[in-house]
């Protein structure tokens, strides 16, 4: 998960990921699906996004399964993670994977979305999964203008945009309510062009997220 702006507790805001991994969260427990987002794998089968030779990062990443995932696409795919357990368990996760080699594309390390600089430059594509609703909602436009900066231009973000429910109340969470109208006013403003907007179809959903689900595609200008 992400810090916090220092306007808020950020130690006391981010403690309750660091429970949850230091208590051992499992597979299939809380927010953990067992498995890379189903809309995601149907995107990458599609053959629409191709990741393959391209460098690719995932904040808020988990256990990595959609690291691996892109990974396993042929990407050099990079997760982040502010909670130390929770890197140790995405790595234990794709190191006992059945991947072979190309395992070695997939990496998860310790660090803040908001600071983290790569040393090879911009990625070509970033994903983006329950990651925003995690965030407090006076970081939105601070998430914009981090993606703005981690992606090179011509780059490709993909927002799994979740919650997507306009009758939750919006001041509780997280995960925090969303909305398209939201996602489309932070990213054009920061050099994003849509490309796509799909609502995730029922059976590709959590029987939880169903219905509050889309896909959204967009190209770094």
């Known amino acids: 998960m992400a810090a916090v702006s220092p306007s808020y507790d950020s130690e006391q805001y981010n403690q309750r990921w660091r429970n949850a991994w230091d208590e051992g969260l499992q597979p299939g427990q809380a927010w953990d699906r067992s498995k ?88 070509d594509v970033g994903y983006d999964y329950t990651f925003l609703c995690a965030l407090h909602p006076d970081m939105r436009s601070k998430w914009a203008e981090t993606w703005a900066k981690l992606l090179r231009p011509g780059g490709q973000l993909i927002t799994l945009m979740f919650p997507i429910d306009p009758l939750r109340d ?36 959590a029987a939880d997220r169903r219905g509050a689900e889309v896909l959204g595609r967009w190209h770094k200008l």
Not at 93 to 107: C, R, V
Not at 174 to 192: K, N
Request: with cysteine; proline share 9%; charged share 15%.
């Open 36 to 123: 890379a987002s189903p809309a995601f794998t149907s995107l990458l089968d599609l053959g629409s996004l191709d990741v393959s030779g391209k460098r690719a990062l995932v904040p808020g990443c988990g256990r990595g399964y959609d690291v691996l995932e892109l990974a396993r696409r042929g990407s050099t795919a990079t997760g982040l993670e502010l909670v130390p357990s929770a890197v140790e368990a995405a790595n234990a996760f794709i190191n006992g994977s059945n991947l072979g080699e190309q395992a070695k594309n997939a990496t998860v390390i310790e660090g803040d979305f908001f600071t983290y600089a790569d040393p090879q430059g911009p990625f």
């Open 170 to 205: 919006p001041s509780q969470g997280p995960p925090w309510p969303l909305t398209v109208e939201l996602y489309s006013q932070l990213l054009t403003a920061q050099g994003f062009k849509q490309v796509s907007l799909d609502p995730v179809p029922e059976h590709q959903s």
